[in-house]
């Protein structure tokens, strides 16, 4: 759908809703990488997806339902993401710990002298 919006594929050239179907995500979770966030959105591409035909009846709700495995898609990315940024509703986490030795760092260290 957002592939449409520019343009429609003409014979011999390549349809890029292929490749953005799993890039548009991926990046999404790149910049909004939070398993915090990234589980709602997952929850709500999945209830989407499982309570699809109870949902079609509802008028209001076909809009939504076109977008349900960009939803569940962009929420597993965020949560992947989030996992390897450590971070959870934007508080840092320590799951995997550090490479830096942060106790010998000292505030003092950096002031100009």
């Given at each position: 759908m957002t592939v449409d919006t520019y343009k429609f594929a003409t014979y011999g050239e390549i349809n890029p809703a292929i490749f953005q179907v799993v890039t548009f995500p991926f990046l999404y979770a790149v910049m909004y990488g939070d398993y915090g966030h990234g589980f709602i959105f997952f929850m709500l591409g999945a209830s989407l997806c499982m309570f699809e035909t109870k949902l079609?009846?509802?008028?209001?709700?076909?809009?939504?339902?076109?977008t349900r495995y960009f939803w569940l898609m962009m929420g597993f990315f965020a949560c992947y993401q989030g996992f390897i940024y450590n971070e959870f509703f934007a508080i840092n986490n320590d799951w995997f710990g550090t490479c830096y030795d942060v106790a010998?760092?000292?505030p003092e260290d950096t002031a100009d002298k």
């Open positions: 079609r009846k509802i008028p209001a709700m076909k809009g939504l339902l076109v010998s760092f000292k």
